[in-house]
């Protein structure tokens, strides 16, 4: 592994010095790379499994960064070698999470959920986690959501056995009511995958955003994915709320909200995530 990482940071610009093996998700190895230039983190997976992967994290990254709104980490290369496909980004170190921080994020994502569009959807298909996220444009939020989030993954987990006829014809049912679920929002350009995972606060105190699925959607889909799996204090809700007021009964629209990344992790990861997802697949009927 220690040639391919050389080979890479030559093609990246950088004089390869030491690498360590770091924590970085199920999908890819990640390392802590030392150069002459610095400190970077690089991320590398098979390149033919999850074709375009890093490239479109690239380019999420950027559409992020050049709103000004929130701080990503700063891409130094990405590209294909020796069956690999590989993203460099600057390295930043982690740092506590003070009180006054959780302001400071809740006007940045604010900001960035600012950013709005005419249409729903993004200009090409993604990636979340190791699954293609689909995202033609649409003019309505709940068909948007229901094509191309929600029964795209019950239709996988119904090929797959995992679900039966009745959670299928569940979520059909689900569409023809959905449309007086959600109020209307311009469609806000979302982080996509906004976990505390995918968050943290650097050591010089600036909230960061990396691993992002972007795409123009209802940004209760970015809070909820924030109170999914917890990480985030209340305080950032206040102050969200404060900066931009979510629509009357968010907080009921929640797991519906919270059914796409669910039933994302319902077929990468089977187990309680199904029956999670058929309970709220069928409580919103």
């Not at 360590?20 to 199920?26: M, N, P, S, T, W």
């Not at 709104?69 to 600057?90: C, D, H, R, S």
């Not at 959670?167 to 569409?175: G, N």
């Not at 350009?189 to 010089?204: A, E, R």
Request: charged share 20%; with cysteine; proline share 4%.
């Amino acid at each position: 592994m220690e040639n391919i990482i050389s080979s890479i940071c030559k093609h990246a610009g950088v004089n390869y010095q030491h690498h360590k093996a770091v924590q970085g998700g199920d999908i890819s190895k990640s390392f802590k790379i030392e150069t002459g230039e610095g400190l970077f983190f690089l991320k590398i997976n098979d390149a033919s499994a999850f074709r375009g992967m890093f490239q479109k994290e690239a380019d999420g990254l950027k559409a992020i960064s050049e709103t000004g709104a929130i701080t990503t980490p700063l891409v130094k290369g990405t590209g294909e070698f020796n069956g690999y496909q590989w993203l460099m980004l600057e390295w930043l170190e982690e740092g506590d999470s003070k009180p006054a921080l959780w302001e400071v994020f809740a006007n940045n994502l604010a900001a960035l959920h600012a950013n709005t569009h005419k249409h729903y959807g993004w200009h090409y298909d993604n990636y979340i986690g190791l699954l293609i996220q689909q995202n033609p444009w649409y003019e309505n939020w709940d068909e948007f959501y229901m094509n191309n989030r929600v029964m795209p993954l019950v239709k996988k987990l119904f090929n797959a056995s995992a679900f039966s006829v009745k959670e299928l014809e569940a979520t059909e049912s689900l569409f023809k009511r959905i449309a007086n679920v959600y109020p209307h929002e311009s469609p806000a350009l979302l982080h996509g995958d906004l976990w505390c995972g995918n968050f943290m606060i650097t050591k010089n105190e600036k909230p960061v955003l990396y691993d992002p699925a972007v795409y123009y959607g209802h940004r209760e889909m970015d809070i909820a994915m924030t109170k999914l799996f917890g990480g985030f204090d209340n305080l950032f809700y206040n102050h969200y709320n404060h900066k931009f007021p979510l629509e009357k009964d968010w907080e009921k629209r929640l797991s519906l909200s919270q059914l796409y990344p669910l039933l994302v992790h319902a077929v990468l990861f089977g187990g309680n995530y199904i029956s999670q997802c058929s309970r709220i697949i069928k409580s919103w009927q």
